[in-house]
């Protein structure tokens, strides 16, 4: 997700962050949780002491974490958020890979990270293709229409020997673009 710093950064989506709540939370029945509810729970904080976009959305929304848990990495939290621990957040593109006795539940008021690709400036860029670009200003990918659009596999990224190709159908089983190094 974007960063500040010194770099080119193309937006390809807007993610929402999501609570990961135990099925058998009480919460888990809600359709959205409200942010502050966190300091009525336990929190498992995920990459403690870490810039994350947990972290940042604590920060603009004036929240401090009272009573918490502190994980290195997402499977470790679901594990404890299953164990009924506490409650965390995840963002909405790892709701796909997480699969446990876990509910997501959109934070209200929404949450929303900038996803994308970023490169340092002073790195130069071979083969950024067009639609990349048209993409990225025109068109970002969304839920509403990433199965709408056709992509033909194509270099994203050339350094060295190394290229990074788009998965044209990635996009349309499962809203996210899949690169793979060559």
Partial sequence: SWRDGDHDWIPLKKDELQFMIAKNHKLAKEKTIPLSCINE???????PQKETDNSRCLEKNHIIV???FMCRDMISAMAMVEAGLGITIVNGV??????GDVVF?????KEYVE?????????SVVGITPFLLLLSSENPVSASNAASIRLIPEVVYSRRSAAAVIDPS?????NALHFSVR
């Fill in 41 to 47: 729970e336990t929190f498992i904080e995920i990459y």
């Fill in 105 to 109: 539940r959109s934070i209200e008021p």
């Fill in 170 to 174: 990635s996009i349309a089983h499962n």
């Fill in 115 to 123: 996803i994308g690709i970023g490169k340092s400036c002073s790195q």
């Fill in 66 to 68: 009272q009573d918490h």
């Fill in 94 to 99: 790892s709701t796909q890979t997480l699969k």
